[in-house]
């Protein structure tokens, strides 16, 4: 099962290496990753996708609490939560299909962040799905390059008022 793990660390050198270490050392890969500071500059939240079984990742996590630099693990598998990811797609558009491509970054929400002379650089964000659609659309045009962001998440707001 894919877990989604969001780990409030301590934003210091070296935190960030003891964490994936500590997650690869137990044979778990890495299939997503994510790091960036906090609305507190002396935390970070790491956000790490894993594919492990319920033991395996109890396991895990008890061994991730052990680490002092470690304040708080939160697991988003299964709540409510906003996953967003950033990928940027080179699109091969000679100026003839310029309009084309520009169209479906439009339908997307996307927008063109950098224009060649056959090729267009298309920014987006979104959930998996999402981002895999525009891959696919872009794919008839052919993909120079692409780039992707690993995922981040939150958990959503409480509903109740």
Do not use: C, W
């Not at 964490?19 to 500071?37: A, D, H, Y």
């Not at 558009?93 to 267009?120: C, K």
């Amino acid at each position: 099962m894919k877990h989604v793990m969001s780990i409030l660390v301590e934003n210091k050198p070296g935190v960030l290496s003891r964490v994936t270490g500590l997650v690869s050392r137990r044979g778990f890969n890495i299939e997503s990753l994510s790091v960036g500071p906090t609305e507190d500059p002396t935390k970070s939240r790491v956000t790490i996708i894993v594919i492990a079984n319920a033991v395996a990742y109890e396991q895990l996590t008890k061994q991730l609490h052990k680490l002092t630099s470690v304040h708080k693990i939160a697991d988003l598998t299964n709540d409510a939560a906003i996953e967003r990811e950033l990928v940027l797609f080179k699109v091969a558009a000679p100026p003839e299909r310029r309009g084309e491509v520009i169209e479906i970054a439009n339908v997307f929400r996307a927008n063109i962040v950098d224009v060649g002379r056959s090729s267009l650089t298309v920014e987006a964000t979104g959930d998996e799905r999402k981002l895999k659609g525009m891959e696919d659309l872009f794919r008839a045009y052919g993909l120079r390059e692409v780039t992707r962001t690993g995922k981040i998440a939150m958990a959503r707001s409480p509903k109740d008022v």
